[in-house]
């Protein structure tokens, strides 16, 4: 028992050792088993301490080699932070965990794993190296519940909508505007009188326009430019007060429209315009297209797209000699043959891929994924074409595949991927996965 118990005491001195040995970096800190460095300069045991979900108003900043790396308080408002779990260990949640209303402590956190799980940023992209920490100077003034927080939020958009509309009234008594405002609180003053038709839902519309802010700062503006802005009346792709506008003109009329800001951009901000704005937009309505007629310019153009696709296939064809088909469509030309096994439904083809549109244009390779890609054999997760292409093929095989737009995407756009695309994939069958691996 005693050789025991001197053992203990001796681990424990061991310990103690390592602790200090590990603090000399940092004197006056202490680490806790994660790794995380601290010290409190003050600390109640008394006070209220955040719990899980609480939103935790904080004093912070951020030192890098004891440079300022940021300082929270130069966003000009008050720093919110959720309480959730880590996201590493010994990061900054787990900090806040330690602390209590009141508090004021500092933290040494690795600034690579922040980077990395706070920002989901290269550490090497933004200047940091694996043994740098970060030092967070920290005071916790406040903790409020997620559903405090939530009211405190609905409670300040409720005032900044309200002051909004102050602005509003005010600006309209300065300026003298007499006409009332339509259902949905728009000012509409017609300044040039047109002859033509009002467009009507589905219709595409032709304008110009210059948007300002109530003190007169231009925001953007078509006129005495080439191009103009279309859109398409009732699809939802402008502000809901153009909704409300538009329709109400006829082709040629100029209006001068007051637009709250719950017609604009609400509590949004987007490029040269604040949250709660209100916004005087002066519009020119230049030209409707009924939406029959857009309907059928749409079907000619789609027509012109398929053509020109399906010519540009064959041409690619002759030119590059490649003849051997299926009765799909699917265009192959071998260029490695094997005797080696051939998919079958269920197992995973694994493939190296380079591919590209006709002309060449690169559209993706099987390196941007990994290496490999894996395609579940007979589930159709992939191009029709590139699934069947790789089902004429052995392990260790290599061919190019044009694929036609028919079994491919169609004529649906995918992404960056127009309607009637055509695609060349170069492919190797690596290697077939049973189903049960």
Same mark, same amino acid.
């Not at 301490?49 to 408002?77: E, H, I, N």
């Not at 010994?90 to 933290?107: H, P």
């Given at each position: 028992m005693k050789k025991k118990h001197f053992l203990s005491i001796a681990f424990c001195l061991m310990a103690a050792m390592i602790f200090t040995a590990c603090n000399r970096q940092y004197p006056g800190y202490k680490q806790n088993p994660n790794g995380l460095y601290y010290r409190f300069y003050t600390k109640d045991h008394l006070a209220q301490q955040p719990k899980q979900t609480d939103f935790l108003r904080l004093v912070m900043a951020c030192y890098l080699d004891d440079s300022l790396y940021y300082d929270w308080r130069q966003s000009g408002s008050d720093v919110f932070v959720q309480l959730s779990d880590s996201h590493f260990k010994g990061d900054l949640q787990e900090a806040l965990r330690m602390m +209590?209303?009141?508090?004021?402590?500092?933290?040494?956190?690795?600034?690579?794993?922040?980077?990395?799980?706070?920002?989901?940023?290269?550490?090497?992209?933004?200047?940091?190296?694996?043994e740098d920490l970060f030092r967070y100077e920290v005071k916790l003034v406040e903790v409020k519940t997620q559903d405090e927080f939530k009211a405190d939020i609905e409670r300040m958009k409720e005032q900044r909508l309200q002051e909004s509309k102050d602005v509003l009234a005010a600006y309209v008594k300065e300026n003298g505007i007499s006409v009332s405002p339509i259902e949905s609180g728009i000012y509409l003053i017609l300044t040039e009188k047109g002859k033509g038709n009002c467009p009507e839902k589905g219709d595409k519309v032709e304008l110009d326009f210059e948007a300002k802010l109530l003190d007169g700062r231009s925001i953007g503006s078509t006129f005495g430019q080439d191009e103009k802005f279309t859109f398409i009346v009732g699809e939802g792709y402008v502000i809901p007060g153009w909704e409300v506008i538009v329709p109400k003109m006829h082709v040629g009329d &100029?209006? $001068? *429209?007051?637009? @709250?800001?719950? #017609?604009?951009?609400?509590?949004?901000?987007? $490029?040269?315009?604040?949250?709660?704005?209100?916004?005087?937009?002066?519009?020119?309505?230049?030209?409707?297209?009924?939406?029959?007629?857009?309907? &059928?310019?749409?079907?000619?153009? #789609?027509?012109?797209? =398929?053509?020109? *696709?399906? %010519?540009?296939?064959?041409?690619?064809? %002759?030119?590059? &000699?490649? $003849?051997?088909? $299926?009765?799909?469509?699917?265009?192959?030309?071998?260029?490695?043959?094997?005797?080696?096994? !051939? @998919?079958?439904?269920?197992?995973?083809? +694994?493939? =190296?891929?380079?591919?590209?549109?006709?002309?060449?244009? @690169?559209?993706?390779?099987?390196?941007? /994924?990994?290496?490999?890609?894996?395609?579940?054999?007979?589930?159709?997760?992939?191009? +029709? !074409?590139?699934?069947? !292409?790789?089902? /004429? #093929?052995?392990?260790?095989? %290599?061919? +190019?595949?044009?694929?036609?737009?028919?079994?491919?995407?169609?004529?649906?756009?995918? !992404?960056?991927? @127009?309607?009637?695309?055509?695609?060349?994939?170069?492919?190797?069958?690596?290697?077939?996965?049973?189903?049960? %691996?």
């Amino acid at each position: 028992m005693k050789k025991k118990h001197f053992l203990s005491i001796a681990f424990c001195l061991m310990a103690a050792m390592i602790f200090t040995a590990c603090n000399r970096q940092y004197p006056g800190y202490k680490q806790n088993p994660n790794g995380l460095y601290y010290r409190f300069y003050t600390k109640d045991h008394l006070a209220q301490q955040p719990k899980q979900t609480d939103f935790l108003r904080l004093v912070m900043a951020c030192y890098l080699d004891d440079s300022l790396y940021y300082d929270w308080r130069q966003s000009g408002s008050d720093v919110f932070v959720q309480l959730s779990d880590s996201h590493f260990k010994g990061d900054l949640q787990e900090a806040l965990r330690m602390m +209590r209303v009141g508090d004021s402590a500092s933290f040494y956190i690795k600034a690579d794993s922040v980077a990395i799980h706070y920002y989901d940023q290269d550490p090497e992209s933004v200047g940091l190296k694996p043994e740098d920490l970060f030092r967070y100077e920290v005071k916790l003034v406040e903790v409020k519940t997620q559903d405090e927080f939530k009211a405190d939020i609905e409670r300040m958009k409720e005032q900044r909508l309200q002051e909004s509309k102050d602005v509003l009234a005010a600006y309209v008594k300065e300026n003298g505007i007499s006409v009332s405002p339509i259902e949905s609180g728009i000012y509409l003053i017609l300044t040039e009188k047109g002859k033509g038709n009002c467009p009507e839902k589905g219709d595409k519309v032709e304008l110009d326009f210059e948007a300002k802010l109530l003190d007169g700062r231009s925001i953007g503006s078509t006129f005495g430019q080439d191009e103009k802005f279309t859109f398409i009346v009732g699809e939802g792709y402008v502000i809901p007060g153009w909704e409300v506008i538009v329709p109400k003109m006829h082709v040629g009329d &100029r209006v $001068t *429209a007051i637009i @709250p800001c719950e #017609m604009a951009y609400g509590e949004h901000s987007v $490029t040269g315009i604040p949250p709660y704005a209100n916004l005087v937009y002066d519009i020119k309505l230049l030209k409707i297209t009924p939406a029959d007629v857009l309907k &059928r310019q749409q079907e000619e153009e #789609m027509q012109r797209k =398929r053509a020109s *696709a399906e %010519k540009a296939f064959t041409q690619y064809l %002759k030119e590059n &000699r490649i $003849t051997e088909h $299926t009765l799909t469509g699917l265009y192959y030309e071998k260029s490695v043959l094997t005797e080696g096994q !051939g @998919p079958e439904a269920g197992m995973t083809a +694994r493939i =190296r891929f380079d591919a590209q549109y006709l002309d060449g244009t @690169p559209l993706g390779n099987s390196e941007d /994924l990994g290496g490999f890609y894996d395609i579940p054999f007979g589930q159709h997760s992939v191009l +029709r !074409g590139l699934e069947e !292409g790789v089902g /004429l #093929m052995k392990v260790g095989e %290599k061919a +190019r595949l044009v694929i036609p737009y028919t079994l491919a995407y169609g004529a649906s756009s995918y !992404g960056e991927i @127009p309607p009637y695309s055509n695609f060349v994939f170069d492919v190797e069958l690596v290697e077939l996965i049973p189903e049960n %691996k």
